[in-house]
């Protein structure tokens, strides 16, 4: 039999609509080590060809014991997608409206890090809802790397859909 696909049949968990959501909520994301690999697919994509990122023997120099991370490929470790947020709030979300954050400690090739968010704040609207994420990271050391947030624009209610 063919004929459109029916997504519902492929969804990771039941959707939640913004007043399901609770502050203190939390998604956490699964760890990652930043290999050489990841460096190198991120001076690709992000064009970013300073030697800090890609050159052992320059970082070694400038006193850093290897690669050091750029400040967005850290932050981009707390992407909602590489957890279960956008899935858990699949069929309300809309889209991101803005993100921050901070580098607090550098980030090197072989670290392990471990990323979550929270949700620590939820303003309702008359159609939508407005969702702020605090994300974190932390490396294997136990060390908080980054902290950020991120606000995300959700439909209210998705009955009926």
């Given at each position: 039999?063919?004929?459109?696909?029916?997504f519902d049949d492929y969804r990771l968990c039941e959707s939640l609509?913004?007043?399901?959501?609770?502050?203190?909520?939390?998604?956490?994301?699964?760890?990652?080590?930043?290999?050489?690999?990841?460096?190198?697919?991120?001076?690709?994509?992000?064009?970013?060809?300073?030697?800090?990122?890609?050159?052992?023997?320059?970082?070694?120099a400038q006193g850093h014991p290897g690669l050091l991370a750029h400040?967005?490929?850290?932050?981009?470790?707390?992407?909602?997608?590489?957890?279960?947020?956008?899935?858990?709030?699949?069929?309300?979300?809309?889209?991101?409206?803005?993100?921050?954050?901070?580098?607090?400690?550098?980030?090197?090739?072989?670290?392990?890090?471990?990323?979550?968010?929270?949700?620590?704040?939820?303003?309702?609207?008359?159609?939508t809802g407005v969702v702020t994420l605090s994300s974190t990271i932390?490396?294997?050391?136990?060390?908080?790397?980054?902290?950020?947030?991120?606000?995300?624009?959700?439909?209210?209610?998705?009955?009926?859909?």
């Amino acid at each position: 039999m063919t004929g459109p696909v029916n997504f519902d049949d492929y969804r990771l968990c039941e959707s939640l609509d913004f007043k399901d959501l609770k502050i203190g909520q939390k998604f956490p994301i699964p760890s990652r080590t930043m290999t050489d690999a990841l460096f190198a697919a991120f001076q690709l994509a992000s064009g970013d060809n300073h030697p800090i990122h890609y050159d052992v023997e320059y970082c070694k120099a400038q006193g850093h014991p290897g690669l050091l991370a750029h400040a967005m490929q850290v932050m981009i470790q707390t992407a909602p997608g590489a957890g279960m947020f956008p899935h858990i709030v699949d069929k309300s979300l809309i889209g991101m409206l803005e993100l921050s954050g901070r580098v607090l400690a550098p980030v090197y090739s072989g670290d392990t890090v471990y990323p979550i968010l929270e949700i620590t704040g939820l303003k309702e609207q008359k159609t939508t809802g407005v969702v702020t994420l605090s994300s974190t990271i932390h490396n294997q050391k136990g060390e908080r790397v980054f902290e950020g947030s991120q606000t995300l624009l959700l439909r209210k209610e998705t009955a009926g859909e």
